[in-house]
C-alpha cells in the first residue's frame, strides 16, 4: 500500500480545522480522504468501509476523540484489524498525553503547532500501518495453513477416511444428534483380518491397492450421509445415526456384510481375498464415545470365527 492508497477519516465538527487537515493531507499526495462532522458520524462511516487512519478532534459534542477511540478499538477487536487513531488537541502535558494512551490512542498533534506536525505524524502513521498489514497478511496466511493442517490431520492420507481423531469426533456428534432427535448412534467396527501377513506375503504397495479398493466398495455401499474412519492400518469403522434403535441391529447390515466379504479385491498383482470381520454397537445417547469403541473392538474376534455380524448390548 502506498501513501495514495490510504484510507484516511477526518473527524471534526468544525469545518475550518477540517479543511486545514485536508489540505495538509492532500498537500502529502493523500488521495483517499473522507470527512466526518462527527463522532457517531464516523462510526457509521467506518462499519460500512473502514479506513487506515482516523484523524479527529479531542473535544467534540456528544461523543469526545476519547470515547471514539475506544469504540474504534472494541469494532477492531471484533473484525480483526487496526485502525490507527491520532487525537488533534489544545490540551498540553503528561496527564494529557497518558490519558489518550490509555484509551488507546496511537498518537496526537497539538493544534497549535498542526501545521507543522501533522504531515510528519501521518507519514509516521503511514509506516507502521504498512507494516502492521504486512503482519497482519502473513498471520492470516498462517492461521490459513494451520486450519489446512488441521483438516488434513483428520484425515486418512492413503484412504481420504477420517483418522482415529476424526471417528470420535463424529462418533460424539451422532450420540448428541441421538439424544436430542431419538434414535441412536451406530458404530460398525470393521477389520482387515491377517493384514500384516498379507502385507509380508503380497508387499506394502500391493496391500495398499486392496485397501483403496476396499475403501471404495466400501463407500459405495453406504448412505453419504454415514460417516466412515479408518483408525488404523486394518481398521475401520462406520458410524451412522439411525432413527430408530431396533435398526441397529446385525440385519440392517448383512448385505453390506456379503458385499465386503464375498468379492476379491483388484489390484495390480491381480485380485485378492480380504476377510472382513464387523462388529456392531450402538447407543440412545449419554455414553463415551471410547466405551462404545471398546464394546465393538471385543466382539470383533468373535465375528472371525462365526464369520458373520456380531453386536453388542446397547447402552444409553
Not at 41 to 62: K, S, Y
Not at 202 to 223: I, T, W
Not at 300 to 308: A, G, H, N
Request: proline letters at 3%.
Amino acid at each position: 500500500m502506498n501513501s495514495a492508497e490510504m484510507e484516511i477519516l477526518v473527524v471534526d465538527d468544525a469545518r475550518f480545522s477540517a479543511a486545514v487537515v485536508n489540505r495538509t493531507l492532500a498537500a502529502a499526495g493523500y488521495t483517499h480522504i473522507r470527512h466526518a462532522n462527527s463522532a457517531q458520524d464516523a462510526l457509521g462511516q467506518l462499519a460500512e468501509q473502514p479506513a487506515d487512519l482516523v484523524v479527529a478532534d479531542w473535544l467534540m459534542p456528544g461523543m469526545d476523540g476519547l470515547e471514539l477511540t475506544r469504540r474504534i478499538r472494541q469494532n477492531d477487536e471484533a473484525s480483526n484489524r487496526y485502525t490507527y487513531v491520532l487525537l488533534l488537541t489544545a490540551r498540553e502535558g503528561v496527564d494529557a498525553l497518558q490519558q489518550a494512551f490509555d484509551q488507546g490512542v496511537d498518537d496526537f498533534v497539538s493544534k497549535s503547532s498542526m501545521t507543522e506536525q501533522l504531515q510528519h505524524r501521518v507519514m509516521a502513521a503511514d509506516r507502521i500501518i504498512q507494516r502492521h498489514n504486512r503482519v497482519q497478511a502473513d498471520y492470516q496466511r498462517m492461521l490459513t495453513f494451520n486450519r489446512q493442517l488441521k483438516k488434513q490431520a483428520l484425515v486418512d492420507p492413503l484412504t481420504g477416511f477420517g483418522n482415529r481423531q476424526d471417528s470420535n469426533r463424529s462418533l460424539q456428534n451422532a450420540l448428541k444428534q441421538a439424544e436430542k432427535r431419538g434414535g441412536a448412534a451406530c458404530l460398525i467396527l470393521l477389520r482387515l483380518e491377517e493384514f500384516e501377513s498379507l502385507q509380508q506375503q503380497r508387499g506394502q504397495k500391493v496391500m495398499q491397492q486392496g485397501v483403496l479398493a476396499f475403501s471404495r466398495r466400501l463407500r459405495q455401499s453406504v448412505r453419504p450421509m454415514d460417516t466412515l474412519c479408518r483408525i488404523q492400518p486394518d481398521l475401520f469403522c462406520l458410524i451412522t445415526w439411525q432413527p430408530d434403535l431396533q435398526h441397529c441391529d446385525p440385519g440392517s447390515f448383512r448385505r453390506l456384510y456379503e458385499t465386503l466379504n464375498h468379492r476379491a479385491y483388484q489390484t495390480a498383482a491381480g485380485f485378492i481375498s480380504l476377510q472382513i470381520s464387523m462388529a456392531l454397537t450402538c447407543s440412545e445417547g449419554d455414553i463415551e464415545p471410547e466405551k462404545l469403541f471398546e464394546q465393538a473392538n471385543a466382539e470383533l474376534t468373535l465375528s472371525v470365527s462365526e464369520k458373520r455380524i456380531v453386536a453388542t448390548a446397547a447402552n444409553g
